[in-house]
């Protein structure tokens, strides 16, 4: 078959992806910008932003993925057949996991909305057992807190954002 009558024929597909395309490169750049403005704002490190960044291009790059499917004819009984088979793999795969997930989810939110950052002194209110530490790391799945006895604590993202945590002041400290 010719070139142009396989452009003629796939004209609005191929316009289709194009505009997709550049909606892609314009979401992705919007993304990557709001985390990184977000981020100095409220002077969060550059390799937690870069985490949080690269989180939301993989899902940026999903929705994608699934745009294009669609574009190109891809039949959605198809589509979710693929797409149904993904996750059960994925849900059987990280079943004993699953905490991988929530670690992630609890990552993000943390970046975007706990009050604590890098260097602050914190307590941790437990009644079995208090932890004073400083906050040393927060990444994608653990937070690093260091005891004043210089005792390193890796804490799962998702048990340190369902804890008690009370930011020290310097007069507390």
């Known amino acids: 078959m010719e070139i142009s009558a396989l452009l ?7 316009i289709a992806t194009a505009v997709t395309i550049l909606l892609f490169l314009l979401i992705k750049y919007t993304a990557k910008k709001i985390v990184r403005k977000y981020g100095e704002l409220t ?5 937690r932003m870069a985490q949080v960044r690269h989180i939301m291009a993989v899902i940026i790059n999903i929705i994608f993925l699934f745009a294009i499917a669609v574009i190109w004819g891809v039949k959605t ?3 979710l057949v693929g797409l149904t088979t993904i996750v059960t793999f994925l849900g059987v795969a990280l079943f004993a996991q699953w905490s991988v997930l929530s670690n992630i989810t609890a990552g993000i939110v ?10 602050d002194k914190i307590k941790i209110i437990d009644k079995d057992i208090p932890i ?3 906050i040393e790391s927060i990444k994608t799945f653990y937070t690093h807190i260091r005891t004043e006895d210089k005792e390193l604590i890796v804490l799962p993202n998702n048990i340190f954002l369902q804890k008690v945590v009370s930011i020290l002041t310097e007069e507390e400290e």
């Open 43 to 47: 002077h969060k490190a550059e390799g």
């Open 132 to 134: 004073t530490a400083t």
């Open 77 to 79: 009984e198809n589509l």
């Open 110 to 119: 943390m970046f975007f909305s706990a009050p604590y950052r890098l260097g």
């Open 8 to 14: 003629s024929e796939y004209k609005v597909q191929l």
